[in-house]
């Protein structure tokens, strides 16, 4: 009886593997428990999690939904350390799943949020500084370089993320069209004014922000590109014209040299080679200037983007849309 109450617990309820049940002759007729085989439970240290006692705890194996005060860190971070309403629900997978070389949290240890060493989570907040909490780098000149901050937020980690959308993903920043909030339509989560009519979207690779830029607005790019196609052949046709007029000229003095013409006829070639100067040269070279000044204006000078100084100003660089 007591061999087989051995092989029972064995089974049922041991942290062990299904090669350790194996090595020991332990008779199997089922999937072990607690090995993780076909997805049973998987055997882990014990650990406790310090939930804040503000929120509600639903556990299951090393999977955790919490929800309400939920702080980003322990007890002693977010807002509510403060007593100030920041109710967060909190999906997490792998509690420090990164910690101690990847082993994990530690045997009978008690472990905090930690979006850090977590292996996986999606927190969304009624207040916080999300870019802080991840431990983003944001853009220098907003807000002191603390990005957004005391704002409802969502953040996603792991170590990869992907979003499918089957007909189309689109992201799209600002306010919301149609709805009934009054005349300043509708307002941040604080219920104040959203001043920025396009906030901006950026997209930042290695959490750093040396290399920001405005991404290329493709038609604008493209229109400027057949604008500049269009003067650089002007300027071949002058290029064009000059050698045409030179090799009349050289012609002249050729023949004015080996005595086939008199030296009126070289004379005479000389004021056809300045007319056409004057009328094809000069003035076409006059004219080709004058649009690539106006081609700099209308596509590579932000100044009078959004103006309407320039009706057909159609600058390069998004002003919203951001990446390094």
Same mark, same amino acid.
């Given at each position: 009886?007591?061999?087989?109450?051995?092989?029972?617990?064995?089974?049922? +309820?041991?942290?062990?593997?299904?090669?350790?049940?194996?090595?020991?002759?332990?008779?199997?007729?089922?999937?072990?428990?607690?090995?993780?085989?076909?997805?049973?439970?998987?055997?882990?240290?014990?650990?406790?999690?310090?939930?804040?006692?503000?929120?509600?705890?639903?556990?299951?194996?090393?999977?955790?939904?919490?929800?309400?005060?939920?702080?980003?860190?322990?007890?002693?971070?977010?807002?509510?350390?403060?007593?100030?309403?920041?109710?967060?629900?909190?999906?997490?997978? &792998?509690?420090?799943?990164?910690?101690?070389?990847?082993?994990?949290?530690?045997?009978?240890?008690?472990?905090?949020?930690?979006? &850090?060493?977590?292996?996986?989570?999606?927190?969304?907040?009624?207040?916080?500084?999300?870019? $802080?909490?991840?431990?983003?780098?944001? $853009?220098?000149?907003?807000?002191?370089?603390?990005?957004?901050?005391?704002?409802?937020?969502?953040?996603?980690?792991? $170590?990869?993320?992907?979003?499918?959308?089957?007909? &189309?993903?689109?992201?799209?920043?600002?306010?919301?069209?149609?709805?009934?909030?009054?005349?300043?339509?509708?307002?941040?989560?604080?219920?104040?004014?959203?001043?920025?009519?396009?906030?901006?979207?950026?997209?930042?690779?290695?959490?750093?922000?040396?290399?920001?830029?405005?991404?290329?607005?493709?038609?604008?790019?493209? $229109?400027?590109?057949?604008?500049?196609?269009?003067?650089?052949?002007?300027?071949?046709?002058?290029?064009?014209?000059?050698?045409?007029?030179?090799?009349?000229?050289?012609?002249?003095?050729?023949?004015?040299?080996?005595?086939?013409?008199?030296?009126?006829?070289?004379?005479?070639?000389?004021?056809?080679?300045?007319?056409?100067?004057?009328?094809?040269?000069?003035?076409?070279?006059?004219?080709?200037?004058?649009?690539?000044?106006?081609?700099?204006?209308?596509?590579?000078?932000?100044?009078?983007? +959004?103006? &309407?100084?320039?009706?057909?100003?159609?600058?390069?660089?998004?002003?919203?849309?951001?990446?390094?």
């Amino acid at each position: 009886m007591a061999e087989e109450k051995k092989t029972k617990d064995l089974l049922t +309820g041991s942290c062990t593997t299904a090669q350790s049940l194996i090595d020991q002759n332990v008779p199997i007729n089922s999937v072990p428990l607690y090995t993780g085989l076909f997805n049973t439970r998987v055997c882990r240290p014990s650990f406790t999690y310090n939930y804040p006692p503000g929120s509600k705890n639903v556990r299951n194996g090393g999977a955790y939904i919490v929800f309400g005060q939920v702080p980003p860190g322990g007890v002693t971070s977010g807002y509510g350390k403060s007593g100030i309403p920041a109710e967060s629900i909190d999906l997490v997978v &792998g509690r420090h799943s990164s910690a101690n070389d990847g082993k994990g949290p530690s045997e009978d240890s008690w472990v905090d949020n930690n979006f &850090g060493t977590d292996a996986a989570r999606i927190y969304i907040s009624r207040l916080t500084d999300i870019d $802080d909490a991840f431990g983003l780098v944001s $853009d220098p000149i907003v807000n002191e370089g603390k990005g957004l901050i005391a704002r409802s937020g969502i953040g996603i980690k792991a $170590d990869g993320v992907r979003i499918i959308g089957r007909e &189309g993903v689109r992201i799209t920043t600002g306010k919301m069209q149609g709805g009934k909030f009054g005349g300043q339509g509708e307002p941040n989560s604080l219920g104040g004014n959203i001043s920025m009519i396009a906030p901006k979207i950026d997209l930042v690779a290695g959490n750093n922000y040396n290399n920001v830029q405005g991404v290329a607005l493709g038609e604008n790019t493209r $229109d400027c590109l057949i604008a500049l196609s269009e003067n650089i052949n002007k300027i071949y046709s002058v290029i064009a014209t000059i050698t045409e007029a030179q090799d009349e000229f050289n012609l002249a003095v050729a023949r004015g040299c080996a005595k086939v013409a008199r030296l009126g006829d070289i004379v005479s070639a000389g004021t056809i080679v300045k007319a056409k100067y004057a009328i094809n040269i000069h003035e076409a070279t006059y004219r080709s200037r004058l649009s690539l000044n106006t081609w700099e204006l209308n596509y590579l000078n932000p100044k009078f983007a +959004g103006t &309407g100084v320039f009706p057909q100003q159609k600058y390069i660089v998004s002003p919203n849309v951001r990446t390094n």
